[in-house]
């Protein structure tokens, strides 16, 4: 079964301030999509960034990031100049290419002090 | 443009009772996925649905949870005989068709919170 494994439930960073949050994951395919999804108290599941495994470049959306290590199986977030508007929690997620579900990890809650 | 709809957002009821959770998606997204998401985890597939018939249900828990989506459009999920442990957010998410679904982004709703006293 593949899972996606988040390892630090709680971080804390200064505002402007750059954070990584780390994820890994395990599956057998060699196929699948990876993404990071900001969750925050409104609850609403909005993506932030997404990786497809057969690309080898690491995808980057502004000031958000990832480090993709593909033999590793692992796939961080890094944000850089953090805002206030950041704090969230974050769920690294996995799919299948052809699948039809996501598997969500269980989350870092990631907060922004000013 | 309006994203995808869920009601009610917030359903308290008592043990052993029927409850209904509704979930409009975006207009023109044949896919339509339910999670759900307990305190503290990250959502959990239940079920999704490439228009009117449910192409994977393998995350339905047990034979107390169904979803219909009988037009294609709006779904609902039915929870018989709820127990405490039902209690989570049910989140809704909606995508357009693509080669294999995965490619195209999943949108989510707010969620319904269910609480079961």
């Known amino acids: 079964a593949q899972t996606v494994t988040q390892s630090q439930p709680e971080m804390s960073v200064q505002e402007a301030e750059t954070v990584t949050l780390s994820c890994t994951y395990d599956?057998?395919?060699?196929?699948?999509?990876l993404f990071w999804y900001k969750q925050p108290p409104s609850r609403q599941m909005i993506l932030v960034i997404r990786?497809?495994?057969?690309?080898?470049q690491n995808a980057t959306e502004n000031r958000f990031s990832v480090n993709f290590q593909k033999a590793a199986k692992s796939f961080s977030l890094k944000i850089s100049d953090s805002q206030l508007g950041d704090t969230a929690m974050y769920f690294c997620?996995?799919?299948?290419?052809?699948?039809?579900?996501?598997?969500f990890g269980s989350g870092t809650r990631l907060s922004i002090r000013p | 443009g309006a994203g995808v709809s869920q009601t009610p957002s917030n359903k308290v009821t008592e043990k052993g009772k029927y409850v209904e959770l509704r979930c409009d998606p975006i207009?023109?997204?044949?896919?339509l996925y339910w999670y759900r998401q307990s305190l503290g985890q990250g959502p959990e597939f239940l079920i999704y649905?490439?228009?009117?018939?449910?192409?994977?249900d393998s995350g339905l828990p047990n034979d107390r949870f169904f979803a219909v989506r009988p037009e294609g459009s709006v779904s609902t999920l039915k929870i018989q005989r709820t127990e405490r442990g039902d209690s989570a957010v049910y989140l809704c998410?909606?995508?357009?068709?693509?080669?294999?679904?995965?490619?195209?982004?999943?949108?989510f709703g707010d969620g319904t919170r269910l609480s079961i006293l």
């Open positions: 998410a909606s995508s357009i068709p693509g080669q294999g679904v995965s490619n195209q982004p999943q949108h």
């Open positions: 599956t057998s395919e060699n196929n699948y999509y």
């Open positions: 990786q497809e495994a057969y690309k080898q």
């Open positions: 997620a996995f799919a299948y290419s052809s699948a039809s579900k996501i598997i």
């Open positions: 207009s023109g997204h044949t896919a």
């Open positions: 649905f490439q228009g009117t018939g449910a192409a994977d």
